[in-house]
């Protein structure tokens, strides 16, 4: 019994996920690499703790920053969290909007857009067909 208890305690503290200390080491690769195994295993939010590193280390790198606010977005979109996640693709897509935006990476304004749209396609109000009788 005393095994089962404590075997659940261990259960619970792994799948909580504290602040991290990711250190100041990692290339940007590595960075991104740690978050998407991450986010792979749904431990979003050591994955978003990734992509913030990234945002925080590397605000001059518009590649960079595109990559993190795009995955950042996708993350809450996974987790069904449609209002936050709208709001940064969003965010992200008013990058484009700018003289700079051929320096932009298009694969996320394209990504963003595409989300987007099966965001507002989930949120329609679903509607329910009796079935036909013959």
């Given at each position: 019994?005393t095994?089962?208890?404590?075997g659940?305690v261990?259960l619970?503290?792994?799948c909580?996920?504290?602040?991290?200390?990711i250190?100041?080491?990692?290339?940007?690769?590595e960075?991104i690499q740690?978050?998407?195994?991450?986010?792979?295993?749904?431990?979003?939010?050591?994955?978003?703790q990734?992509y913030?590193?990234?945002?925080d280390?590397y605000?001059?790198n518009?590649?960079l920053?595109?990559?993190?606010?795009?995955e950042i977005?996708?993350?809450?979109?996974?987790q069904k969290k449609?209002?936050?996640?709208?709001?940064?693709?969003?965010n992200?897509?008013?990058?484009y909007?700018?003289?700079?935006?051929?320096?932009l990476?298009q694969?996320?304004?394209?990504?963003?857009?595409?989300v987007?749209?099966?965001?507002?396609e989930?949120?329609?109000?679903?509607?329910?067909?009796?079935?036909k009788?013959?």
């Amino acid at each position: 019994m005393t095994a089962l208890v404590l075997g659940a305690v261990f259960l619970v503290s792994a799948c909580q996920s504290g602040p991290l200390e990711i250190s100041p080491d990692l290339s940007p690769a590595e960075l991104i690499q740690r978050a998407q195994e991450a986010s792979d295993k749904n431990r979003y939010n050591m994955a978003l703790q990734y992509y913030q590193a990234i945002l925080d280390r590397y605000a001059g790198n518009f590649d960079l920053i595109c990559t993190a606010e795009y995955e950042i977005a996708f993350i809450h979109y996974k987790q069904k969290k449609y209002e936050t996640a709208r709001q940064e693709f969003n965010n992200l897509l008013e990058r484009y909007n700018t003289p700079d935006e051929e320096l932009l990476p298009q694969q996320f304004k394209k990504l963003a857009r595409i989300v987007l749209e099966q965001i507002t396609e989930k949120e329609k109000p679903r509607r329910f067909f009796p079935k036909k009788t013959s």
